[in-house]
């Protein structure tokens, strides 16, 4: 209003719209209309006093008379789309370039900038409200791009993240380059960075990245288990801040910002381990000792002098930090985990079960129930199994061996022997399954048995799994002719496999 004050001074004093566009104090187009709303009001009328700044406001704000159009923007027959394109998010150029394609405007991307100008204006402004914490009372954590590291000694080319923790109240913090954002990262760095700072804080504000949160929601979000355990191990309680809405944990944005433009460019790195040795050096030596744009002091001074003795001790015994997932057990009654297989007991086929993974060993629950665990292997590819937990059949393929069988065999009788040794000694087939399954006869029919059936295959010449089994079916393993208690080589020694004597046709 003191600009519209002083318009009106010099029209009062007659100056003209030439003379007072000059001073810079308002556009000649602009002053024509000022003139003519001061005409309409008697304003200029040096005997008249000027009103107050609340009579101009309503005026010039457009609540009395309206000043005249001069000109009309030639966007203004597509002000419903443009403004619907606006409160989608799309850009300005988009819009030009949609305009000019679908609508044929001619006009120049400047009046679309001018209009788009216009609709912000009278759009309600974002409000916000800027939180102040305790020392001590959180910090906000984040992930942010990393440069790209090329180790000198293997030629590797690695993208890296930049994990960051900053402490709300001093602004010091810790970063570390990572090479992904799992969930056994994720802990990993919570503890170095705990470490770091000497002790925990209260509170833990974070987006809603998966390693964190299983389920995004504003009011009733689901935290990863894994992190739920190591929060209740070190003490802290988790903040996760709404979706799509990084403004919560602004301190921490700044921070990933700030690594990315002030320390990652312009220089080298030889490995990821120098590159964050070069991070914490920076950090303890310029970051933490700029004036900070917030608190105008010096971060690690901060931190220093108040809020360290501030933060809540470290446990005496560290958590140990564990992943914990759901996986399915497979039908050979193994789990998958890091790419290696782990068996289960195998009644949970089909199943899903929960899994506890720490550095060194892998724990499967059904439900709250351990029923597994394994030293963790490493590498990818591998498989631990526990005899113990696959299937009587294959827990009797794993340990009835060839020697096995042929103690069983010996146990029975020499003529079971005979059958087992001329099963194994076969050209071609391995056997090894026939055999079992052969002894397997032993349960049903008795040793006694078997062994009488044996032997009448092999005075048969025919020492054959089948040729058992049919044996001890039809019960001819108790048929007392006299060639079934011949012994193994009489048939042969009689002139061949199917000679028969004139006594034994006619027996």
Same mark, same amino acid.
């Given at each position: ?30 002053? $024509? ?42 966007? =203004? ?59 001590? %009372? ?55 960075? /705990? ?90 030596? %310029? ?9 105008? %002091?010096?971060?690690?001074?901060? /931190? ?9 001790? *470290?446990?005496?015994? #560290?958590?140990? #930090? ?14 998958? /985990? $890091? ?6 007991? /195998? ?29 963790? *292997? ?31 065999? =010996? ?64 019960? *001819? ?31």
């Amino acid at each position: 209003m003191y600009q519209y004050r002083q318009v009106l001074v010099r029209m009062r004093q007659g100056d003209s719209d030439r003379d007072i566009d000059r001073t810079g104090l308002m556009g000649r187009k602009k002053l $024509g209309s000022v003139r003519y709303v001061a005409e309409q009001q008697g304003w200029l009328n040096p005997s008249v006093p000027l009103p107050d700044d609340v009579i101009l406001a309503k005026v010039f704000a457009g609540d009395a008379t309206p000043l005249p159009i001069t000109c009309v923007s030639g966007l =203004e027959p597509f002000r419903d789309q443009i403004t619907a394109w606006f409160q989608q998010g799309i850009q300005g150029t988009t819009i030009y370039r949609a305009l000019r394609r679908v609508h044929g405007y001619a006009g120049s991307y400047s009046s679309v900038a001018r209009f788009l100008r216009g609709i912000t204006a009278k759009l309600k402004p974002d409000r916000t409200t800027r939180l102040d914490f305790a020392p001590g %009372e959180a910090v906000q954590v984040d992930f942010g791009k990393g440069p790209t590291v090329t180790d000198v000694h293997t030629g590797q080319v690695l993208s890296t993240w930049v994990f960051v923790m900053t402490l709300c109240w001093s602004r010091h913090q810790y970063a570390e380059f990572v090479l992904d954002q799992t969930c056994s990262t994720w802990l990993a760095c919570h503890r170095r960075a /705990f470490a770091w700072f000497g002790g925990v804080v209260s509170r833990v504000i974070i987006d809603n990245a998966k390693c964190a949160i299983t389920r995004a929601c504003a009011h009733d979000p689901e935290v990863q288990r894994s992190y739920a355990e190591c929060a209740e191990g070190y003490g802290f309680k988790i903040d996760a801040c709404p979706p799509r809405d990084p403004q919560k944990k602004g301190i921490v944005e700044s921070g990933v910002k700030y690594i990315k433009n002030a320390f990652v460019p312009l220089r080298e790195y030889r490995s990821l381990e120098d590159a964050n040795r070069q991070l914490h050096d920076w950090i303890l030596e %310029e970051a933490g000792n700029r004036i900070h744009g917030s608190t105008r %002091e010096q971060p690690l001074q901060r /931190f220093a002098q108040c809020e360290r003795d501030l933060l809540q001790p *470290l446990p005496d015994v #560290l958590p140990v #930090l564990a992943v914990w997932s759901q996986a399915k057990v497979h039908r050979d009654g193994h789990i998958q /985990f $890091g790419y290696n297989l782990y068996s289960v007991p /195998f009644r949970l086929i089909g199943q899903s079960v929960w899994l506890r993974a720490t550095d060194t060993m892998v724990a499967v629950f059904e439900a709250h129930v351990q029923v597994a665990a394994h030293a963790r *292997l490493n590498g990818q590819g591998k498989r631990h199994t526990v005899p113990d937990h696959q299937p009587p059949e294959a827990q009797a393929w794993r340990t009835q061996d060839t020697q096995w069988c042929l103690q069983q065999a =010996e146990r029975i009788g020499p003529n079971c022997l005979g059958v087992v040794t001329a099963l194994f000694n076969d050209r071609v087939l391995e056997n090894l399954r026939g055999v079992q399954g052969l002894l397997a006869l032993s349960k049903k029919y008795g040793d006694v048995r078997l062994e009488a059936a044996c032997r009448r295959a092999m005075a048969f010449g025919n020492p054959r799994v089948r040729t058992v089994k049919t044996i001890l079916a039809k019960g *001819l393993d108790q048929a007392q002719d006299e060639l079934a208690l011949a012994e193994p080589g009489d048939t042969y020694t009689r002139g061949g496999r199917f000679l028969r004597d004139t006594t034994t046709l006619l027996h």
